[in-house]
């Protein structure tokens, strides 16, 4: 697979789960990891504790992907969240965000507003796409200590 393709896996495995959280009523920010072999690793939080800042946020997700990296074997890692965005009416809408890098050193963010029906199914909507910088997978240069 390509890296392209090993990113695309992982956004379709973590997007089917991010839509199962939202059904069923609730949604824990979590992250995923593929390995060489297609397998999928969830990393869920067991808890949050009092006041949550993105800086703790931020510094939780860079200890739990370090681990998985050195552990070995990581070619694709994400994160995704449960957010609010400004739709162009000006008005918040839902959506999930996910940040993913591959370790050939492509990154991405995806934004996939999305829709709640009376029945709680939920429908994404286009999603946006950008690259993005690695947070996780250290640039080749410094892995080098260049």
Known sequence: MTPREEMDLLVRVVSRIAQTQLEKGGF??????????????????????????????????????????????????????????????????????????????????LLYPYAKDELSNVSFLEVTRADAALQFFAPKDEALGN
Not at 33 to 41: C, M, N
């Open 28 to 109: 824990i920010p979590f992250g995923a990891t593929l390995g060489a072999s297609r397998d999928v690793q969830l990393l869920l939080p067991n808890s949050a504790k009092g006041e949550m800042t993105i800086e703790l946020v931020d510094a939780y997700w860079r200890k739990q992907m370090s681990k998985a990296i050195e552990a070995g074997g990581v070619r694709a890692l994400c994160t995704v969240a449960d957010v609010r965005i400004t739709d162009s009416g000006s008005k918040l809408v839902p959506g999930v965000f996910i940040h993913i890098e591959h370790s050939a050193g492509d990154a991405e963010e």
